[in-house]
């Protein structure tokens, strides 16, 4: 969430300790709050969307924008800031973030960013997440003498739930570097429908053939029907099997 230019380039762990607070009183509140990037992960869709009472095409006609990445020209997600000269997040106002509870994954790191990377484990590739300071000249908290650790500051923010149930699409998105994974117009489309547009993935599996094609049993079609976050899980297996990453979905006939 913020100028890749305040990253520090030191590699945190989980128990890598600093001081911060973030609190109303602060000269600085709000300050981080305008003209930052902020990636939008699948479930902060959904999070905001339902705070908003609005579909996913709704949200993310009014409140997003879509850049691609990689080699394979992902799509990713931003959330949009005002179209005027303050460049704010639509959700700050002078009392602070609008939608505080249901505010993205990487407010709530911050100021520690986020990555992964695929690591050699017992002949194997692993996820490993790793950490990094977000430091900005206008972000007083690290004056502040409250103690923390990377693992406090995720379980205080509510970020490890998050983490949990994007970890499937993080998994393919560290696959946009690799050059075979290029994705044409329709695998682009589908990519970003199983990811950010739910309402509409939901229509795709029961008002298309989808059903006709692959195996699914009727307990799961049930939950499909009326889970937006067992959904959004479904869409990671399907991204998995149309990018041949694993065989995450069974094809009706197929042994
Ligand atoms: S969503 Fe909330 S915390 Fe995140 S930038 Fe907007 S106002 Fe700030
Ligand atoms: S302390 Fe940092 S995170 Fe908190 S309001 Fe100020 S700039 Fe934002």
């Known amino acids: 969430m913020a100028n890749m230019s305040a990253v520090d380039h030191v590699q945190l762990t989980l128990k890598s300790e600093f001081r911060f607070k973030c609190h109303k009183g ?75 509870e249901d505010r993205p994954a990487n407010c709530r790191y911050y100021p520690i960013g986020q990555g992964t990377l695929k690591k050699a484990a017992d002949d194997k590739l692993v996820d490993e997440e790793f950490f990094f300071f977000v430091k900005e000249d206008h972000c007083k908290g ?76 009727e307990d799961s079609r049930e939950k499909l029907r009326s889970d937006d976050v067992e959904l959004m899980l479904f869409g990671f297996k399907f991204l998995k099997y149309i990018l041949m990453m694993e065989e995450t979905l069974k094809a009706k006939g197929k042994k």
Request: contains cysteine.
């Open 26 to 100: 602060i000269s600085c509140f709000t300050k981080c709050c305008s003209n930052i990037d902020i990636m939008l992960t699948p479930y902060d869709v959904l999070a905001l969307k339902k705070k908003l009472g609005l579909t996913s095409e709704e949200f993310l006609e009014e409140y997003t924008y879509t850049q691609t990445d990689g080699k394979a020209s992902f799509p990713l997600l931003y959330l949009r800031m005002n179209d005027d000269e303050t460049k704010n997040c639509p959700f700050v106002s002078a009392e602070g973030c609008t939608v505080y």
């Open 142 to 217: 690290f004056q502040e003498s409250q103690e923390w650790t990377v693992a406090s500051w995720r379980e205080d923010q509510g970020v490890d739930r998050y983490d949990e149930l994007n970890r499937g699409w993080k998994s393919v998105l560290l696959m946009r570097n690799v050059p075979e994974m290029a994705l044409d117009e329709k695998k682009l489309m589908l990519f970003y429908m199983a990811c950010y547009d739910m309402d509409r993935f939901r229509r795709f599996i029961f008002q298309s053939r989808f059903l006709d094609h692959f195996e699914v049993d």
